[in-house]
T-cell receptor, first 113, second 113 residues
Framework: GQQLNQSPQSMFIQEGEDVSMNCTSSSIFNTWLWYKQDPGEGPVLLIALYKAGELTSNGRLTAQFGITRKDSFLNISASIPSDVGIYFCAGSFSSGSARQLTFGSGTQLTVLP | EAGVAQSPRYKIIEKRQSVAFWCNPI?????LYWYQQILGQGPKLLIQFQNNGVVDDSQLPKDRFSAERLKGVDSTLKIQPAKLEDSAVYLC???????????FGPGTRLTVT
């Protein structure tokens, strides 16, 4: 099946710093999504990317759909304490009438004051 | 707009017992998903419904897991009998169609002892 490699597994950064994380796949995806999950909650959608090469921003977050359709990255600028959480990439491909979403293993972000 | 509702939030059972989880998707969302999230991993799709029909259940362990969405709205996921390795968070998500922007509930944390 589809597999996503997400890195880094964890990050410790100072408040105000920028952070970058990425996902790579052995297969092509039609869509890339980035989610954030806080403890005890479900993942919350941050950004959705639908075209190869697409660069999309949502406030301090910027994500890009790799031109090869096998990778994506997420940047967070000027990090703040509430950015703490686990960030997941997810890739989507169509299989008949089903559209499966495959998740990476997550990047645990810690923001130090 | 109310989000995806799930209950219970926590459940502790002994192995070989049965358990059921309930999900109420966002109003009007035709597609409903159940995911299993093991600690330290990303969510893994178990089953996808389109209205009250199953679209994809290829990763559902059908010998012990079952799910239904009888009226195309609420859904239940059942495990019978439970095993220790079923300990995980069970997430329900919904989307308007078969698109990729899935909205997650808070999950049910299951502990099997």
């Amino acid at each position: 099946g589809q597999q996503l490699n997400q890195s880094p597994q964890s990050m410790f950064i100072q408040e105000g710093e920028d952070v970058s994380m990425n996902c790579t796949s052995s297969s092509i995806f039609n869509t890339w999504l980035w989610y954030k999950q806080d403890p005890g909650e479900g993942p919350v959608l941050l950004i959705a990317l639908y075209k190869a090469g697409e660069l999309t921003s949502n406030g301090r977050l910027t994500a890009q759909f790799g031109i090869t359709r096998k990778d994506s990255f997420l940047n967070i600028s000027a990090s703040i304490p509430s950015d703490v959480g686990i960030y997941f990439c997810a890739g989507s491909f169509s299989s008949g009438s089903a559209r499966q979403l495959t998740f990476g293993s997550g990047t645990q972000l810690t923001v130090l004051p | 707009e109310a989000g995806v509702a799930q209950s219970p939030r926590y459940k502790i059972i002994e192995k070989r017992q049965s358990v059921a989880f309930w999900c109420n998707p966002i109003s009007g969302h035709a597609t409903l998903y159940w995911y299993q999230q093991i600690l330290g991993q990303g969510p893994k799709l178990l089953i996808q419904f389109q209205n009250n029909g199953v679209v994809d259940d290829s990763q559902l362990p059908k010998d012990r897991f079952s799910a239904e969405r009888l009226k195309g709205v609420d859904s239940t996921l059942k495990i019978q009998p439970a095993k220790l390795e079923d300990s995980a968070v069970y997430l329900c998500a919904s989307s308007p169609g078969q698109g990729d922007e899935q909205y997650f509930g808070p999950g049910t944390r299951l502990t099997v002892t």
